[in-house]
């Protein structure tokens, strides 16, 4: 397994102590306790289990690294190396040059809304280095659920538009939530 995408011209995104690398071997363990501890906001269902989070990576993520054309790409986020978070780029679409943007911060950080948001706001500049400044997309969006409006007010605060929203998308603690699709286009970002 390489240590970078093949589609990548960087091996690291930086921003003062902040970074992003992509996704480490010894980050996936942790990365499964903070998907478990925060299921609620996650499109995932079910708890992982350490055996199927080694299996999902094998089977869908180390291989990433070799492709010219991946279909997502996943990094740790690190705050003087240490891992605080991951995300990436998700649901690239190379032909039309966009992708998702994911984000999950260490769970320890969430409940605090100025820890996560000042965490969030470094995120986004990193994740537009990647998908502005090295892949040159066209545009990047995220799709977040209304039970987190602070969420929504940085991806606006960092210039991101609200494009629109999914009514009652998705069932959360059994009651419909709406999903709000927010993007942001290459001639909007400032590098």
Known sequence: MSSNYKCLSNTSFQ????????????D?????QWRNDQIRI???KELITEQQQIAYFEKNIWS?????????LIFSYLENE???????L???NWLDRRAEISFLLDTKFVYDTNIHDYYFDIYLK???MVGFDDLKFHKLHAEIYDTRPHHIAILERNDFVKEGVLREHVLIEGTYKNSILCGKLLTEYKS
């Open 15 to 26: 921003e003062g102590t902040f970074s992003l690398v992509p996704i480490r071997k010894e």
């Open 28 to 32: 996936i363990q942790i990365i499964r």
């Open 42 to 44: 996650l499109r995932q």
């Open 64 to 72: 990433l690294f070799n492709q010219e054309f991946p279909n997502q």
């Open 82 to 88: 240490k891992i605080i978070g991951y995300g990436g």
């Open 90 to 92: 998700v649901h690239i």
């Open 126 to 128: 990193l994740i537009q």
